[in-house]
């Protein structure tokens, strides 16, 4: 039954993907059939039209994605900005809402996973780079991935093997599967994808014996590895990456990796801190000697100015010298910024399937 359903969804797929025109398989009509002028995740116009996602940036950390539309208006920190000011901009503008500015971004997978709607836990920015580095993903590659959740990790990975890859993302909640699979068609991104409701646990991945990754981001990994090994490709081989938030679910997929046959198999944790570069404002002796009394660089300076003899200037241009020395070490420090204690996020194990020998 479930493969039934799995492979009449894919003769869909392919028809779709065959002419070159979407159809909606659910919802609401499709981006790339109604515009042909606008911008998505993966097409590029200089100017925002009608129906576009754009980033609204606020501040940091404070951004919100918006699909603009005549009529429409978005309310945040700096009150209300209408979606008709938005349309016919160039990407990048800064834009006056009634109460301060804002910038209007193009959308990037970074820029997704601080502002999609969330319908689970995320991964965030620093794991996804490392995932896909991992993942060895590509343009053209081909990767499945469970859970699919509030698609954040999906979004990178299938802009990543954009234009001619694929992702298959598999989820146990039809909700989450249907909420995705509209996003991909709104973003552009529905030929490169398709959303599989299945337990990747009982059911395995849409695809045999032909993808180059396979990513896993549920409850129980070691459930699902088998399956993983399956979905590869036997003739290019590939890797396999687990999340997992506990030491625990990371033994027994180390164990199943092993037991299956995969090697270099690797977990690392990752602790992302940010830094900021703030301006120094303390002032050295020297500044506040020069400042307060009339010896000093100021007097330097004027020195250095006037006809003066080489030989009477030297000593007063020296501490001038040392004074630019003292100011330039301690001026711009690095700071962690937020100033907060970096927090654990999950383990990252990955592993190597070898190509099959002929
Ligand atoms: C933490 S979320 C994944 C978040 C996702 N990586 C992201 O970046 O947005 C875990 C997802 O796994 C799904 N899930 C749990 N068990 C599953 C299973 N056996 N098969 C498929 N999906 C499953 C859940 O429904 C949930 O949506």
């Not at 492979?7 to 779709?16: E, F, K």
């Amino acid at each position: 039954m479930f493969r039934e359903a799995l492979s009449a969804l894919d003769s869909a797929r392919r028809l779709q993907s065959f002419d070159g025109v979407s159809v909606a398989l659910t919802g609401r009509s499709l981006k790339s059939s109604r515009r042909t002028t606008s911008s998505d995740f993966v097409k590029y116009e200089d100017k925002v039209a009608e129906g576009d996602t754009v980033i609204v940036y606020v501040g940091y950390n404070v951004m919100h994605a918006v699909e603009v539309h005549h009529g429409r208006s978005l309310t945040m920190k700096y009150g209300t900005l209408k979606h008709e000011y938005i349309i016919g901009k160039a990407y990048g503008t800064r834009i006056r809402a009634t109460a301060g500015f804002v910038y209007i971004l193009r959308p990037t997978s970074a820029l997704w996973t601080k502002t999609l709607p969330r319908r689970t836990q995320i991964l965030y920015t620093p794991d996804v780079a490392l995932i896909l580095t991992l993942l060895d993903v590509r343009p053209g590659s081909v990767i499945c991935e469970s859970g699919t959740g509030s698609g954040s990790l999906s979004h990178a990975i299938a802009m990543a093997v954009f234009p001619n890859g694929h992702l298959y993302t598999h989820d146990i909640n039809e909700t989450r599967v249907k909420c995705v699979e509209q996003e991909f068609k709104d973003h552009g991104l529905e030929n490169n994808t398709t959303a599989v409701h299945a337990n990747a646990c009982e059911d395995g991945f849409f695809v045999e014996n032909a993808c180059d990754g396979v990513f896993l981001d549920l409850p129980e990994p070691w459930n699902a590895v088998g399956y993983a090994k399956r979905a590869m490709s036997r003739q290019r081989g590939g890797r396999v990456v687990s999340f997992s938030p506990c030491i625990e679910q990371v033994q027994r997929v180390h164990e199943e990796l092993e037991k299956l046959g995969f090697v270099q198999i690797q977990t690392v944790e990752l602790v992302p801190r940010t830094l900021k570069i703030v301006e120094n404002e303390s002032v050295t002796l020297e500044q506040f000697d020069a400042n307060s009394t009339p010896t000093g660089a100021r007097d330097a300076k004027r020195a250095a100015d006037d006809d003066e003899p080489t030989s009477a200037k030297r000593p007063k241009l020296e501490i001038e010298k040392r004074i630019t020395t003292t100011v330039s070490t301690s001026s711009n420090p690095v700071i962690p910024f937020p100033v907060q204690q970096p927090t654990h996020t999950g383990y990252l194990t990955s592993a190597t399937l070898l190509p099959k020998a002929v």
